[in-house]
């Protein structure tokens, strides 16, 4: 019987997505790193056009200790974000950025090696940031999320594209690849905000062939937060 209507189902149940993505890569010869220098973000009305919103750091955020064994949770230096990693994502920078505009996001970069991350397609990682904005529209998620995916052009296939995104507590869009760099990695991103659209966040990740891509885009998507988002609803 074949998997993937099975993992596809898992997804639905499990997210709430309209559609789920398949994220288990089987394109292409063995891995080959290949230079991906990470592209700087086009925010547009978040952060861009629009005029800087301080970003609130009030009450750290406390994460949730995952269920699964071979899994662990991680802040951001400002207490703001948190997400579940595979628990072999040691290196980790939890510092914040801020945009040519003025806007700080609170942001995490995550891997087993960060600089292989950035610089290629053979080692697995994640970023998730995260700010406050005044308001935005769909017109301004997709341009952010048309930008964080810009270094995926190099995959191969295109799962989904700018899919409707909606977990309960963000809203927002996704896509997905497979076959990235000429290897077995897929990939994730997804962007949105919070349900009183106060807090604009993405999420960008790479998972290699040694992983299994579903259930780490899940472990991701159902423990991703922020100090106005999951924890705030659940107040």
């Known amino acids: 019987m074949s998997r993937t209507p099975l993992l596809r189902a898992a997804l639905v149940a499990a997210v ?21 220098p990470k592209p700087t973000p086009n925010f547009g009305a978040i952060g861009g056009d629009e005029s800087p919103v301080p970003l609130e750091t009030g009450t750290p955020i406390e994460p949730v200790d995952p269920d699964d064994s071979g899994y662990t949770s991680v802040v951001d230096d400002l207490g703001v974000l948190t997400v579940t ?12 950025f801020t945009t040519d505009a003025g806007q700080e996001w609170a942001s995490i970069t995550v891997a087993p090696d960060i600089d292989g991350y950035l610089t290629s397609w053979s080692e697995p990682g994640l970023e998730i940031a995260a700010t406050e904005t005044s308001g935005v ?26 899919s409707p995104y909606d977990d309960g507590f963000f809203v927002g869009f996704e896509s ?28 960008r990740a790479q998972i290699t062939s040694d992983l299994d891509a579903n259930e780490v885009y899940l472990q991701v998507v159902n423990s991703f937060d922020t100090t106005l988002g999951r924890s705030a609803q659940s107040k």
């Open 176 to 203: 997905a690849w497979e076959g990235c760099g000429r290897s077995n990695t897929s990939a994730f991103a997804i962007v949105g905000t919070n349900a009183a659209g106060t807090q604009a966040i993405f999420v």
């Open 137 to 162: 529209d769909d017109q301004g998620l997709l341009g952010l999320l048309e930008s964080i995916s810009s270094i995926y052009a190099e995959c191969e296939t295109v799962v989904q594209e700018a």
């Open 16 to 36: 709430g997505l309209g559609t789920a993505a398949l994220l288990s890569g089987c394109f292409g010869p063995g891995p080959a790193p290949a230079e991906t």
């Open 85 to 96: 990693v595979p628990d072999d994502w040691t290196d980790v920078n939890g510092l914040p």
